[in-house]
């Protein structure tokens, strides 16, 4: 009988486990790139991938409550949301709080390319390491999320939805200027990327990736 | 920038895919044997992971209990005023004494004492008020007679045992005004962050001039609150004569249980507790709603 039971139940968990890869395959590269997109430091790839870990994990294991399938995509981009948040809150009192609450789990296996080969996604991160953190949840969530300013307004708790219109285009022209000032110093020959402490674990992987024989 | 957005919209990891599926595979036993676990783990995790609200919620008992140590305090009860006069019976200081509006309605002691072979008149009055401004203007009355010596003012302590919160309460809640060249609505404003700032953010206050000219201060709890513990709080506005215009006052927790006496008990009681206010009936409010007692006084002072 105890037999039977567990089998059911793990019947039911491979049942649920497929219908959730089935969901979130659509989009599993947008909530890649909004993760690689938030990591604070432009080369932290290592980030990125834990907190896409942890919101899999979180999302999987309360599946069952989700209500709409229809709103997957929103419901996936909030947990990633949270999943950051309380990432670097962790960070912040890690001292005083090192429960990990997905420490027996093996680690997912490496997404991201360690040195990244497109030079104008690298740009975009290194700039969007510079915002803040609501502008830069702001700006991806409605770039590469796909959510309306209502859903962001709801999200980020604001009041207004002209708040989030404001916060969307300030940080628009934030990072338009930021870009251009990355591509003005490369022009002079002043390579900006390696005054920036942010950059120069990149910078030394490709230092080593072109030695590499 | 936007060729950078599209970039980065483009960018894709489809090959990763296969993989990430096989470790969600993986992972979703270790999710479902984490869901059956016993109960115990279950509590274990619950606080492991809300160790740091369990160590706030822990530090807040301390606090509390710690706020509710009892500690002594000195408090002022009450001043002696005395003086000596010479002679056994002097007809003259009587006299003046008498004249002293004040005077009669203090009960004291008179003592004769021999000091070097002279006779000596010592007096002394118990002022049941801790207002130093009063007991001063009664000095300065005495000093007036000619034959009065070693005129003093000694406080009458008391040692009282309350909580930490309650010792911290009482030192906070005087609010003493100087009105000179202030209108109403800026005392009002005055009395209103004076009392904030004390933390009674509970309270109305209305203090505006009637049409006969009086002045008139309202300070009363919301309608739903109650009073609670040895709270006193004692308002005083003074015009720019430096005359008291307003006092208002509330009285400590009383050490009776008002439910179990009449509306006439509680009033005597009152007035017996204030009786250098002169309250009259009309100035004790009482409702009853069932074996709650509500006692407001309302005593308008007004020079």
């Known amino acids: 009988m105890r037999h039977f039971i567990q089998k059911e139940k793990l019947e039911i968990s491979t049942r649920d486990v497929n219908k959730f890869l089935e969901f979130i395959k659509p989009c599993y590269n947008d909530a890649l790139n909004y993760c690689r997109g938030l990591c604070r430091k432009g080369s932290r790839i290592d980030e990125a991938e834990d907190i896409f870990q942890d919101s899999l994990l979180k999302a999987l294991e309360n599946f069952d409550k989700l209500e709409d399938e229809g709103k997957f995509r929103n419901w996936l981009f909030t947990i990633i949301t949270n999943t950051y948040i309380s990432h670097y809150r962790k960070r912040l009192f890690g001292r005083l709080l090192s429960y990990d609450e997905y420490k027996d789990f093996d680690k997912l296996p490496e997404i991201f390319p360690r040195v990244e080969q497109d030079e104008m996604c690298d740009e975009l991160f290194l700039a969007l390491s510079k915002l803040s953190d609501k502008e830069k949840i702001a700006f991806l969530l409605f770039e590469i999320g796909g959510f309306s300013i209502e859903e962001i307004k709801i999200l980020q708790k604001e009041i207004s939805s002209s708040a989030i219109k404001s916060r969307l285009s300030r940080t628009r022209e934030k990072l338009r200027k930021i870009i251009e000032d990355l591509g003005r110093n490369k022009f002079n020959g002043n390579v900006n990327r390696f005054n920036s402490i942010d950059n120069l674990e990149l910078e030394t992987a490709r230092i080593i990736n072109k030695i590499k024989p | 920038m936007e060729e950078h957005i599209k970039k980065l919209k483009d960018k894709k990891y489809d090959e990763s895919f296969g993989k990430t599926s096989m470790w969600l595979i993986d992972s979703n036993n270790k999710l479902l044997n984490r869901k059956n676990r016993r109960g115990k783990y279950k509590m274990k995790d619950f606080f ?256």
Request: proline fraction near 2%; charged fraction near 30%.
């Open chain 2, 48 to 303: 492991l992971r809300h160790k740091l609200q369990f160590a706030i919620v822990a530090l807040m008992a301390i606090l509390i209990a710690a706020c509710n140590m009892p500690v002594t305090q000195s408090d002022t009860v009450g001043q002696v005023l005395s003086w000596t006069a010479p002679g056994a019976s002097n007809t003259a200081v009587t006299e003046s004494l008498n004249k002293l509006s004040w005077f009669k309605n203090f009960d004291g002691t008179v003592d004769v004492k021999n000091i070097n072979g002279t006779a000596v008149t010592e007096y002394k009055v118990v002022v049941q008020s801790t207002d130093d401004k009063l007991v001063t203007s009664y000095k300065n009355d005495l000093e007036k007679i000619k034959e009065l010596t070693s005129i003093k003012i000694v406080p009458l302590n008391t040692s009282v045992t309350r909580p930490v919160y309650s010792a911290a309460l009482h030192s906070f809640f005087k609010i003493d005004i100087n009105a000179s060249n202030m209108t109403d609505e800026q005392v009002q404003a005055e009395i209103r962050k004076q009392l904030d700032a004390a933390g009674y953010n509970d309270m109305d206050v209305s203090y505006k001039t009637m049409e006969n000219g009086k002045k008139r201060l309202e300070v009363k709890m919301k309608d739903g609150i109650k009073h609670e513990g040895n709270q006193n709080l004692q308002v005083d506005v003074n015009d720019k004569n430096g005359e008291q215009v307003i006092k208002m006052k509330t009285m400590d927790k009383p050490d009776v249980d008002f439910s179990k006496m009449t509306d006439t008990e509680i009033r005597t009681y009152i007035k017996e507790k204030n009786n250098e206010d002169n309250l009259t009936d009309k100035d004790i409010i009482i409702k009853r709603e069932g074996n709650s007692v509500s006692v407001n006084i309302q005593k308008e002072e007004q020079k």
